[in-house]
């Protein structure tokens, strides 16, 4: 099995299949220089007892990808069901058996300097082991950044576009050199939007709320995932509203969600313990079901699982096209 990094990795580029190392762009991408693209995060779990990777709600993924490259004009010729099966493809060959995370791109990728954007576009998709995103077994230590959330009339932060995370770097950066886990970005208004590169749920009184995607918030699909089980298996009250950031004090249990961090528990807020600092009944109860129906574990969420080594036989060679 290949390891993260390694250069002989198989990927999908230019309608091929290939190893990273052949994977190359030139240094006028118009991509590398205005930050014109989009790019998707897809996880895929390994189940030991069953001997099987999940690719987790695919479908929904590559929908959603595809959408967002129409904020940039971006054209990506394949459709969901193909885009998945190309990723189901890329596992096979990398003969991945651990969690992984995938990693569509889709970009301009004209050679010359000028923004204008109307010109080529291409797109590849990585797949790489990958554990963790946020090492932290205990929870999170998070503290407001300085910088606020991008606007949607400025560059859209529902789209993963890549010129925007500049946004979320900056913050990052802050927070780490300033002791903390992560960043948590309050938009314009003043509002709690998000974690650096994940959504943000508060229990409070009982009710699970998280804000609304009109707060300049991704539209995650690892929320949306979150939103139903807990309707679904604890018959929790979910509500889509502002939060001041003085509620942050003032709740219950605070945690992240994001398909790279899966659901991780907040602790302190700007050096402030959240309720008694420890993991919370609710944000525990939300973890393991998360763990549970993204492993196979739960009948009723096997419609969010393409399996990868029991699915259908591999694609013929640039079968999709660039």
């Given at each position: 099995?290949k ?82 099966e ?19 791109l889709?970009?301009?990728s ?18 790489l082991?990958?554990g ?9 230590h998070?503290?407001v950044?300085s910088w ?8 859209p932060?529902r789209g993963?576009?890549c010129?925007?995370?500049?946004n ?9 050199r300033?002791?903390?886990d ?18 943000l ?10 804000p609304a ?8 699909i ?29 709740c ?16 302190q ?22 763990f ?14 393409a ?11 640039a079968?999709?096209p660039?």
């Open positions: 099995m390891a993260e990094g390694d250069p002989n990795l198989i990927v999908y580029f230019n309608g091929q299949y290939m190893p990273m190392r052949e994977a190359q762009v030139g240094i006028l991408t118009h991509a590398l220089h205005y930050g014109t693209g989009v790019f998707e995060g897809i996880r895929a779990y390994w189940d030991e007892a069953e001997d099987e990777m999940f690719l987790l709600r695919p479908i929904e993924h590559y929908e959603r990808w595809k959408q967002n490259c129409g904020i940039l004009r971006i054209g990506v010729p394949a459709s969901a069901e193909e885009l998945s190309i990723t189901l493809e890329i596992l096979r060959r990398n003969n991945l058996r651990t969690n992984a995370y995938i990693r569509p889709a970009y301009k004209s050679e010359r300097v000028g923004v204008a954007t109307d010109d080529q576009d291409a797109f590849a998709i990585v797949a082991p990958f963790d995103y946020l090492h932290s077994d205990k929870g999170l998070v503290g950044s606020r959330r991008v606007e949607d009339n400025a560059i932060a993963k576009i010129g925007a995370y500049v979320s770097a900056l913050a990052t950066d802050d927070a780490r300033s002791g903390f992560e960043a948590l970005f309050l938009n314009e208004s003043g509002h709690v939007a998000e974690g650096a590169t994940c959504n749920f508060m229990v409070r009184k009982g009710k699970l709320i998280t995607v009109t707060e300049n918030v991704l539209e995650g690892t929320r949306d995932s979150i939103m139903e089980l807990a309707q679904r298996e604890l018959g929790l009250q979910v509500v889509e509203r502002a939060i001041d950031r003085s509620e942050l004090y003032l219950d249990e605070l945690f992240f969600t994001g398909t790279a961090v899966g659901v991780m528990p907040i602790l807020v700007d050096h402030r313990p959240v309720r008694n600092a420890e993991i919370g009944l609710i944000t525990a109860q939300i973890r393991q079901l998360y549970d129906a993204t492993h196979g574990h739960m009948k009723a969420y096997r419609r969010w699982l399996p990868v080594y029991k699915s259908q036989p591999q694609l013929e060679e079968a999709i660039a």
